[in-house]
């Protein structure tokens, strides 16, 4: 069980990015995070893997309250959470393999992981990986030489190398076309479904979020305004989205445009 209590975060500016977060991830669920731009959603995923300290509240996975945990701690608990990041966040000159073994860096020596020296079976689980999400024979090309989906499918890659048990992705399909965004987004569930990796997930558009969700909270200027089912979403009332969205905003669905190359 993964529990947030109270969480708030603060920014030096004076910025009120968190208000008081409270809400529970049972085990494998696939929980979507919904909201504006500068509702939370980020600050909130950053804060769970301590990329962002919050300023108050806890954060608990299995009785270990993370926001308290001390370096050595914090880093064995990192090993298990992984990360999947909008603009990719990968190393665009280095090849693939090499962007996918750095989800190893926190298991090898440090000075080995930066002479890119790593066990013969750190290898052959990235190769693994990029068979996974389908893009092995792309191992040894550059990372600025693929497309977007592929780039995203690289970080996908680099989060399995930590064998998470949770994978925290912050609008991973965000940069990305309609078609390439289900891709995503499938090779996501697939890990929630087939290896129960608890996934938390920001997004934006609701068809994608009625589709892939099985829980829903969503934020509004750093507090959660709405909580619902994946059947609730699916019902969801235009007083319900204007909560979230607010009274300006209007519904609109993706249409698939085009396919990867």
């Not at 968190?18 to 909201?35: K, N, Y």
């Not at 995923?45 to 926001?67: E, F």
């Not at 600025?144 to 048990?165: F, H, K, N, T, W």
């Amino acid at each position: 069980m993964f529990q947030i209590k109270n969480l708030t975060k603060i920014y030096d500016d004076g910025t009120v990015a968190l208000r008081d977060v409270s809400f529970e991830v049972a085990d494998g669920e696939f929980l979507v995070i919904i909201g504006l731009s500068g509702s939370g959603k980020s600050t909130l995923l950053r804060c769970i893997n301590r990329l962002i300290d919050p300023t108050g509240g806890q954060i608990i996975w299995d009785g270990v309250d993370i926001s308290a945990a001390e370096p050595a701690q914090l880093r064995q608990i990192r090993r298990q959470i992984g990360m999947i990041f909008q603009h990719f966040n990968l190393v665009k000159r280095s090849n693939v393999l090499t962007n996918v073994l750095s989800g190893r860096l926190g298991y090898v020596n440090p000075w080995s992981s930066l002479l890119h020296r790593f066990p013969a079976e750190d290898r052959e689980m990235a190769m693994a990986a990029l068979k996974r999400v389908g893009i092995a024979d792309q191992a040894h090309k550059r990372v600025d030489e693929l497309s977007g989906g592929q780039q995203q499918r690289v970080g996908i890659a680099r989060a399995l190398m930590q064998q998470p048990r949770m994978i925290l992705a912050d609008e991973p399909v965000a940069s990305l076309d309609p078609v390439l965004a289900h891709s995503i987004l499938e090779h996501l569930e697939r890990l929630n479904q087939e290896e129960k990796i608890t996934v938390l997930c920001s997004l934006h558009y609701l068809d994608l979020v009625q589709r892939y969700a099985t829980r829903v909270i969503g934020l509004r200027d750093g507090q959660i305004v709405y909580r619902g089912s994946r059947e609730e979403i699916r019902a969801m009332t235009d007083r319900e989205f204007k909560d979230i969205y607010g009274e300006e905003a209007v519904r609109v669905s993706v249409v698939p445009q085009g396919r990867e190359e």
